[in-house]
């Protein structure tokens, strides 16, 4: 099957066709209208076999967790995600593979109302990038630039699981039944937090998703908000099967360094304490306090527990 | 090296800093602003070792090419390109790899005004791709569905010498001296026809541009606009290093099948014509009339060559 046809067969018609998409997937290019007022945010991100998933990864659920990771990054500006370009390298054309592939792009793009408007499609070695674009409000962007002394900061739902999950699927942790389940799955379906991404317009002073670690993350915003950042390892919300994990013997290095969470991390000024605790309430997320915003020569994280430095692993292997 | 310091490293300013660019690179996403009156033209592509380019590929030559290939795209819609996303997988984090790559990058990116807002890089098999941004007056997108009954069919420059360059490469033809020179450097380095895809706007009724092959991707235009072509194959630009293939016993395969030259072919009405000799006159670019647009049962592309029907290859193996 010739590479046009692979493209218009698995990529055609995946997600609603926008009112602002002037031309969709077929010509040489797309073109979309940006309402005015509006400005277009845009983030690429790759997953490459052995690096970011296992090479016998289930194609649905690879298709699933591709999207999802870009969906965070528009969940992390507050931006409402619209459109995106899929490029796809595959080792073959199997059909069954691009079907199951291509039916999960469909039901995950049409429930995040998500138009695929162009893509390329090769054969090589299994490699998968997406291009995302989303709509923002003028000038309201959630920048990693905008945190502000005093501030405190947030996390969203909670953080490890994702990584507890791949040290079990390596056999390096161990959890039974609903526990076991419940990792693996925010390993390979994390929730991008865009309601919430987009609630927190005009509230948070800066924000990202956490997707190399809670603290290597938080790390960046002190790097472009020219802040430093203290937190509480004792505040950090951990999952039940964390906490069994814990009971078992675990410490909290997988929650505070661990990747592919994509739970959003977040400054706001103190006194949206209130606003904050409301939006947490109407979204049924909880949104956790875990430390605050300082200025210090080292423009860098400290982490403590009961008072005590917390002392990290320097480098933390992960699927990044 | 960390992932996040070879992209801080690699991609940071590379293209001028456009004055729509809200937000660059280094956050969860860029922001641009389309100016008012304007719509925005997407693309992607990608390239894989081994089906786009030898695995010892020049990273220089590499980086001009997957450029070229993307701003083609935008040329054949008429837009001017401003933005782009990179995502690269390398085998090694070889820097010096890398800092070719780059230069070449940076090099062709400034002189082509695109500005780099976003990318990934990941260890793996070897393989980039590129979803490139320009800007458009609304609604003038030359796409591929406006061929009428009765146009011309023009094609800007010549056709064939990518394709015999990538045959002198393989050993399959052989040509002397300049005349290599020409077709390698026309298969390495395609010249995007971006001042000619701009002029066309409300000119032409129908373009693309020639990546799989002259008469393959005019059937793109039969399909879209539901009309037929007939070329004559007797006027097919060709260079003058392609003659001297063709007095050397080669025949008009390569330059009417084969890919990767990325000349436009478009449609126009026949009142055009004056017009269009202006365009090529001011541009210094020949767009030669190489058949019309008609209708017949079966909307498909017809060649003939001295009023006898021209059979083509059913298939032919190229970089595509």
Redesign the interface.
């Known amino acids: 099957m010739a590479?046009?046809s692979i493209i218009e067969e698995f990529c055609h018609g995946i997600g609603p066709d926008h009112a602002e998409t002037?031309?969709g997937i077929?010509?040489?290019?797309?073109?979309?209208?940006?309402p005015?007022g509006m400005?277009?945010?845009?983030?690429?991100?790759?997953m490459?076999?052995?690096?970011?998933f296992f090479a016998d990864v289930n194609p649905a659920k690879l298709a699933h967790k591709i999207l999802a990771v870009n969906l965070s990054?528009?969940a992390?500006?507050g931006?409402e995600p619209k459109?995106a370009?899929?490029?796809l390298?595959i080792p073959e054309f199997d059909t069954d593979w691009l079907g199951a592939f291509s039916d999960s792009l469909k039901l995950n793009a049409t429930r995040f109302k998500l138009q695929i408007?162009?893509?390329?499609t090769?054969?090589?070695?299994l490699?998968l990038?997406i291009?995302?674009?989303?709509l923002?409000p003028?000038?309201q962007?959630l920048?990693?630039?905008g945190a502000m002394r005093g501030d405190d900061v947030y996390v969203s739902h909670n953080v490890g699981d994702a990584a507890l999950g791949l040290a079990v699927l390596r056999g390096e942790a161990r959890l039974d039944g609903v526990f076991r389940d419940s990792v693996v799955s925010a390993l390979e379906a994390p929730e991008p937090r865009l309601t919430l991404g987009q609630s927190l317009l005009g509230v948070a002073s800066a924000?990202?998703?956490i997707s190399?670690g809670l603290i290597g993350d938080l790390g960046?915003i002190c790097q472009?908000s020219r802040v430093s950042i203290d937190i509480d390892a004792g505040l950090i919300p951990l999952s039940d099967a964390y906490l069994q994990y814990l009971a078992n013997g675990g410490n909290l290095d997988l929650a505070l360094s661990g990747g592919d969470d994509y739970e959003l991390a977040f400054t706001a000024s103190s006194n949206r304490r209130d606003e904050i605790a409301r939006i947490a309430e109407q979204l049924g997320i909880s949104l956790t306090r875990v430390g605050s915003v300082v200025t210090k020569r080292q423009e860098a994280v400290s982490v403590s527990l009961e008072g005590v430095e917390y002392q990290l692993p320097t480098s933390f292997e992960h699927f990044?």
């Open positions: 590479e046009f002037k031309l077929g010509d040489d290019a797309a073109i979309i209208a940006v005015a400005e277009l945010a845009i983030s690429a991100d790759t490459v076999s052995g690096v970011h990054d528009m992390a500006m931006a459109w370009t899929l490029v390298t408007i162009g893509g390329d090769t054969q090589g070695p490699n990038s291009t995302i674009m989303g923002l003028q000038g962007a920048c990693r630039s924000c990202l998703d190399d960046h472009q990044s």
